[in-house]
C-alpha cells in the first residue's frame, strides 16, 4: 500500500508562483511514475506534469516552460512549482503514483487557485 499526502495548495494571483509537495510513504519499493493531475470544476482530469524514477520527466503544453516538477534525494516526496500562474491553472492538484504490474495511487488533492 501506497499514501501520498499533497501540501502547498493555496491562492495566489495572476503571474505569481506557488509550489504543491507530495509525500509518499508505504510500499514505496516498486514506483515507476510520479506525476501530478488537475481537475477544474465541471472539467476532466487532466495530466500536468510526470517524473519517471529514472528522472525523465514530461510535461502538458499548456505549462510547459512554467512548471517544474522535481524529487527529492530519496524519491519520497515529489514537488511541482508553478511559476506565471494563469487563472487557467485554477483547479484542485492530485498527486499521483503508479507502481509495476499496473498499481496506481492518488492523493486526495490540494486547491490552486489563481485570481486574475
Known amino acids: 500500500q501506497v499514501q501520498l499526502v499533497e501540501s502547498g495548495g493555496g491562492l495566489v494571483q495572476a503571474g505569481e508562483s506557488l509550489s504543491v509537495s507530495c509525500a509518499a510513504s508505504?510500499?514505496?519499493?516498486?514506483?515507476?511514475?510520479m506525476g501530478w493531475y488537475r481537475q477544474a470544476p465541471g472539467k476532466l482530469r487532466e495530466l500536468v506534469a510526470t517524473i519517471t524514477s529514472g528522472g525523465i520527466t514530461n510535461y502538458a503544453d499548456s505549462v510547459k516552460g512554467r512548471f517544474t516538477i522535481s524529487t527529492d534525494n530519496a524519491k519520497r516526496t515529489v514537488y511541482l512549482q508553478m511559476n506565471s500562474l494563469k487563472p487557467e491553472d485554477t483547479a484542485v492538484y492530485y498527486c499521483?503514483?503508479?507502481?509495476?504490474?499496473?498499481?496506481?495511487?492518488w492523493g486526495q488533492g490540494t486547491q490552486v487557485t489563481v485570481s486574475s
Open positions: 508505504g510500499s514505496i519499493f516498486g514506483i515507476i511514475l
Open positions: 499521483n503514483a503508479r507502481a509495476r504490474l499496473g498499481a496506481e495511487y
